[in-house]
Nanobody
Framework: QVQVVESGGGLVQPGGSLRLSCAASGSISTIAKMAWYRQAPGKERELVATITRSGNTNYVLDTIRDPFFISRNVNENTVSLQMTNLKPEDTADYYC?????????????WGQGTQVTVSS
């Protein structure tokens, strides 16, 4: 059994920063893709950014308007999302997603979500 758990959400003022983290646990052989998604109230879940095992990143959001940065630690099975210059429209539940190889099987694992609220 594998599990992913996010941390780091909270309340922040507009213009502020937050760093979200996500850790995988269990019997893990390798983790291929890692990603962050978010779901704002009343909206569908949307992809924020992905990162491969080799460190290749892809940002779906406009990185000028939304300066978010994804990174991973292969040895620790963690992925982070550094968010800067946060805006009220960034308020959402943020979800970690990982593609995990465990005991010969692939698991497409979601975290439980962490809430980010941007408000003055």
């Amino acid at each position: 059994q594998v599990q992913v758990v996010e941390s780091g959400g909270g309340l922040v003022q507009p213009g502020g920063s937050l760093r979200l983290s996500c850790a995988a646990s269990g019997s893990i052989s390798t983790i291929a893709k890692m990603a962050w998604y978010r779901q704002a109230p009343g909206k569908e879940r949307e992809l924020v950014a992905t990162i491969t095992r080799s460190g290749n990143t892809n940002y779906v959001l406009d990185t000028i308007r939304d300066p978010f940065f994804i990174s991973r630690n292969v040895n620790e099975n963690t992925v982070s999302l550094q968010m800067t210059n946060l805006k009220p429209e960034d308020t959402a539940d943020y979800y970690c997603y990982m593609e995990i190889l465990s005991r010969g099987s692939w698991f497409y694992q979601w975290g439980q979500g962490t809430q980010v609220t941007v408000s003055s």
